[in-house]
């Protein structure tokens, strides 16, 4: 069993900084891929962004590209999404999660955090 706890989200004026966090529980952290998803308001949930287990393959959703960047520290069993430039759109709750396997689909993750609100001011 993995639990998930997400922290760092917050308010921020949009071309600003924020980076999220998701401390795993357990000894086999370095054995799944994490993900980062997202949803806002009246939209349907998303992908954001995979790591390996590895850590040594990564993926991002195109308009997160270049602006995002997914991390992690096996030594802290956690996760990061460094999010720059942050734009309007990108307000939502973000979710960690953790599979067997990268991927894109929500469904294909094992584990999901409980989410972290980030909300961008234009």
């Known amino acids: 069993q993995v639990q998930l706890l997400e922290s760092g989200g917050g308010l921020v004026q949009a071309g600003g900084s924020l980076r999220l966090s998701c401390a795993a529980s357990?000894?086999?952290?370095?054995?799944?891929?994490m993900g980062w998803f997202r949803q806002a308001p009246g939209k349907e949930r998303e992908f954001v962004s995979w790591i390996s287990g590895s850590g040594g393959s990564t993926y991002y959703r195109d308009s997160v590209k270049g602006r995002f960047t997914i991390s992690r520290e096996f030594a802290k069993n956690t996760v990061y999404l460094q999010m720059d430039s942050l734009k309007p759109e990108d307000t939502a709750v973000y979710y960690c999660t953790a599979g067997g396997r990268p991927s894109r689909s929500w469904e294909d993750y094992d584990y999901r955090g409980q989410g972290t609100q980030v909300t961008v001011s234009s």
């Open positions: 357990g000894r086999t952290f370095s054995t799944y891929a």
